[in-house]
């Protein structure tokens, strides 16, 4: 009877779980042992090894950004799971951390890669028309326990260019004035201008020069006007606007010269004229000696409410046109309107993204000096101005953005690919603004969101000396700040670098401060390869063998002789409980179903073909999760047989 129920009791026993017992005892005499007080049991204490109760742990993400829709595809690098039990949460929390909002990841069985990556798409955050980006979480879950891992940052962005489904998008008049003629009295509005093939830029030029603005702004009658004129004349004279070219030591940027190429001639020719007709038509109305009410409004229609991707104002900087430039910039300085210049465009960012990109250097000292343009604005990729700067490797530029107000405040800014400034410029080996931004409070232990990487890291993994040696000894970098695999930069540095003079250097630089230092512990996993059973391979002749997607597609059933093997083997793992779980017919093992006098392994590989509880690829598959390898040659071999595959 006891043996029964030890029995009964054996199948309820999760066999990657324990807990350890604690008894006290007095020792009597003839060394009888008496309790002293009921026993202790510990917490449970699961099998890190197993699938099935292993701790669950993000590795690395290949993007840590989705648009507000979702759907975006993303890799997990993880630690062991199964494919029945696994679900990738993402959630947010308020203030006071409760959760407001949750979903799941997109995924199927497929999408489980040999039990260390997951396939998914995003789902949609809860508003999909979100203006700004959204900080939530996400972290792997096991429903059979509730076990999480550790949650990592993911951000939510707006998307680009959202409009309603199916409204159409109105086309501007390019021959004339689209000037809402609701906002101004008929009086004020300017001419209709007839943009021919043959306009001459050099005629509208001359048109009004800095004298006849002058006079042209004189005419605005207002006490405000003289009061934004105090206020910034210093500064306005100053300012060095009557040459703005592209000037910068450091010539013409990459990104610059990307753009370029994608910039065709008759675009280049559209944006000209988009220009010259914008300056004209604000010439124009500016000689009719309008209020300074009216001037502002006339200037938001034409620089912020626009239509197309970018404004007259971005399109002369893209171009070039110094004349333009020079105009947009007196009229916005004299009429206080300085906000004017953070004007996004569709996709490029504002005119200070511009004029980075386009290695403007004069025109971004003017915008970050007189007009205090903001450094946190982004692009569509979500790209500040300093991001930008990276690509100038004489340092001008990024020297220039440095100095403008509040950098502090968007110097560790992540782009969409989750990199701060100080991160592309150790990507792009720039030293220069790397020395520069750690001058001026950039975090240099700031890590990754996909993989947890400081700048020293990437420094490492890319092998920049110059950078390793300035990041060490010129900033209070903290070295031992680990990534999500729990290496720090000094480990990777000594037991992964292939550069002899990176591995002196980090040597040295644990010596001097005397630095405890842990060696790498490489997991090793069932499917390792051991010196000696390298050998034995190597004294093996193998077949070529390929695992065809449709291998298994005409099996149904197993042979008799491949059920007696793969049967013997469970039997003698005990694996097929655990086999019994993934194939959600746990309830069988509660219920005593098997007969253990004869193998339960047959009865439950029978059962479950039998009722269509799971497929045999399906079956092979999890016992490959269970790391049964023998079983799944032997399987293989059957499909192969059934298949026609070694005909």
């Given at each position: ?125 809860k508003n999909k028309e979100i203006s700004s980006q959204v900080k939530v979480f996400v972290e792997l879950v096991r429903p059979s326990d509730n076990a999480r891992s550790e949650p990592k ?495």
């Amino acid at each position: 009877m006891i043996k029964g129920l030890a029995e009964a009791e054996s199948k309820s026993i999760n066999l990657n779980v324990v807990c350890l017992r604690f008894d006290a005892f007095y020792v009597g005499s003839n060394d009888v042992y008496f309790p002293l007080c009921p026993p202790v049991f510990s917490h449970a204490i699961n099998n890190l090894k197993s699938a099935l109760t292993g701790e669950l742990k993000i590795v690395r993400l290949d993007h840590c950004t989705s648009p507000a829709n979702g759907g975006r595809e993303i890799f997990f690098l993880v630690e062991r799971v199964t494919k029945k039990n696994i679900k990738v949460r993402f959630y947010e929390l308020d203030d006071d951390d409760h959760v407001t909002w949750e979903d799941y990841g997109r995924f199927n069985d497929l999408d489980v890669h040999h039990q260390y990556a997951i396939v998914l798409k995003t789902p949609p955050y809860k508003n999909k028309e979100i203006s700004s980006q959204v900080k939530v979480f996400v972290e792997l879950v096991r429903p059979s326990d509730n076990a999480r891992s550790e949650p990592k940052e993911f951000t939510y962005i707006p998307v680009q260019n959202q409009g309603r489904p199916g409204a159409k998008r109105s086309r501007p008049n390019e021959y004339s004035s689209d000037f809402d003629t609701l906002s101004i009295g008929s009086e004020n509005l300017p001419a209709t201008i007839n943009l021919s093939g043959d306009f001459d830029i050099m005629s509208l030029t001359e048109n009004l020069d800095s004298e006849e603005l002058r006079i042209a702004m004189s005419n605005i009658d207002s006490d405000e006007f003289n009061k934004i004129f105090a206020r910034f004349g210093k500064e306005y004279e100053s300012a060095d606007i009557e040459r703005l070219s592209l000037d910068a030591p450091g010539g013409r940027s990459i990104l610059q010269r990307k753009l370029n190429l994608k910039i065709k001639p008759c675009q280049n020719y559209e944006y000209m004229r988009k220009v010259q007709r914008v300056y004209q038509e604000i010439s124009e109305f500016l000689k009719t000696k309008p209020n300074l009410v009216a001037v502002k409004e006339f200037m938001r229609h034409y620089l912020q409410d626009f239509k197309d991707e970018f404004n007259a104002f971005h399109m002369a900087v893209m171009i070039n046109d110094k004349t333009a430039i020079n105009f947009f910039i007196r009229l916005i300085l004299h009429t206080g309107e300085l906000d004017l210049v953070n004007v996004l465009s569709h996709k490029l960012g504002t005119v200070l993204h511009l004029a980075t990109i386009y290695n403007n250097l004069k025109l971004v000292k003017i915008l970050v000096s007189t007009f205090k343009a903001d450094l946190s604005r982004k692009d569509a990729d979500l790209n500040t101005p300093l991001h930008l700067a990276v690509g100038d490797f004489e340092g001008y530029m990024m020297d220039a953005l440095l100095k403008g107000k509040d950098v502090d405040k968007c110097i560790n800014s992540e782009n969409g690919n989750n990199y701060t400034p100080l991160h592309l410029a150790v990507e792009k080996k720039n030293l220069k603004a790397v020395q520069l931004l750690c001058k001026n409070g950039a975090d240099v232990d700031y890590r990754h969101a996909c993989n947890g990487f400081t700048p020293l890291r990437f420094a490492v993994e890319n092998g920049y000396l110059e950078i390793i040696n300035f990041i060490l000894y010129q900033t209070n970098v903290n070295p031992k700040v680990r990534d999500f695999n729990e290496l720090d930069p000094l480990q990777v540095a000594l037991h992964g670098s292939t550069h002899p003079e990176i591995k002196h250097v980090v040597q040295k630089y644990i010596s001097e401060n005397e630095l405890p230092f842990e060696e790498i512990n490489i997991k090793e996993e069932p499917e390792d390869i051991t010196p000696e059973s390298e050998m034995l391979i190597s004294e093996v002749k193998v077949e070529p063998f390929i695992l065809h997607d449709n291998l298994y597609i005409n099996v149904t059933r197993f042979t008799d002789q491949c059920l007696d093997e793969v049967s013997r083997i469970l039997d003698a793992s005990g694996k097929w409980q655990e086999l019994a779980v993934l194939l959600d017919v746990e309830h069988l093992l509660r219920m005593q179903t098997f007969d253990e006098r004869k193998s339960p392994s047959k009865q439950l590989l029978n059962y479950v073909v039998a009722s269509n509880g799971g497929s045999i690829k399906e079956i092979r598959d999890f016992l490959e999760n269970l790391d049964e390898v023998r079983a799944v040659q032997i399987m293989d071999k059957m499909a192969q047989d059934i298949s026609g595959y070694n005909s």
